[in-house]
């Protein structure tokens, strides 16, 4: 039971059920695990609230000002995203740790590119538009292109002096780098590694999170509570503190240039 443990919804009192019956004294983090898991139980409980006072949605007449009323687009965006994410975490761990490589294959194209369509096509078809247009797949504006190639150079040393500061606030421990990271992908053949870490992301992530995620909530919210969404959520699906910071900056600036160029 860690303090990061501690703060985790259900996670957290089943850990410190767990010690205290072991016996093991550590009764400050039980005290944390106990008020972490009454906040949190304290915000679902204030969320439940406010989504059964549908009262004024219920009175709406037309369903375009109901679903309005209810957010209806960005909340159930939002449930197939963090759905995605939790199968993630606990199939793609699991592929992943019995093999890199095929495991995180399966993991994009089985698990998040599925969700993802599967999202989509539930907002695409409240919107009454096609699966292509909510997921940003329309033609891109020459000039758009050129300043989406244009960052490119400029994330990568942006990036690079983001995990630097984040290095000495939170660095990496003993052992933990790019190599242990990525382990057996750093032994394939050059056309393997772009497959596996540009191209397939460049597919399943984004069709996830810039493309159903963000189709879902920019109908809801304005640009800057969508990035903002967009980007912790992006994230976290790395299952990484220490590279929250550069993947969420990453996520936030391309969800910023899909919606400024109204294209995936």
């Not at 106990?34 to 906040?39: H, N, S, V």
């Not at 197939?80 to 993991?107: D, P, R, S």
């Not at 599925?114 to 000039?143: D, H, I, M, Y």
Request: with cysteine.
């Amino acid at each position: 039971l860690l303090w990061s443990a501690a703060c985790t919804p259900l996670a957290g009192s089943a850990l410190a059920v767990r010690e205290t019956l072991a016996g093991s004294g550590l009764s400050w983090l039980v005290a944390t695990a106990c008020a972490a898991q009454l906040a949190w139980a304290w915000l679902f409980v204030r969320r439940v609230g406010r989504l059964l006072d549908g009262e004024r949605a219920l009175a709406a007449g037309d369903e375009e000002r109901e679903a309005a009323a209810r957010a209806v687009q960005s909340r159930r965006a939002l449930r197939w995203t963090m759905g995605a994410i939790f199968a993630l975490y606990v199939v793609g761990g699991a592929l992943q740790a019995w093999n890199l490589v095929l495991g995180l294959a399966l993991t994009l194209w089985g698990i998040a590119l599925p969700l993802a369509l599967l999202s989509a096509r539930g907002t695409a078809r409240r919107a009454r538009e096609s699966l292509g247009q909510t997921l940003g797949l329309t033609r891109v504006a020459p000039f758009a292109l050129l300043g989406a190639l244009l960052l490119a150079p400029a994330l990568a040393l942006g990036a690079g002096e983001l995990f630097a500061l984040q290095q000495r606030i939170l660095p990496l421990p003993d052992g933990y780098n790019a190599e242990s990271m990525l382990g057996a992908l750093l032994t394939l053949p050059l056309w393997a590694k772009l497959f596996l870490i540009a191209i397939t992301p460049a597919i399943c992530e984004e069709l996830l999170f810039r493309g159903a995620l963000l189709s879902g909530l920019r109908r809801d919210h304005g640009w800057w509570r969508t990035t903002l969404i967009v980007a912790v959520l992006f994230g976290l699906v790395h299952a990484s503190i220490y590279r929250f910071l550069p993947t969420g900056l990453l996520g936030a600036i391309l969800a910023m240039t899909t919606l400024s160029s109204r294209s995936l």
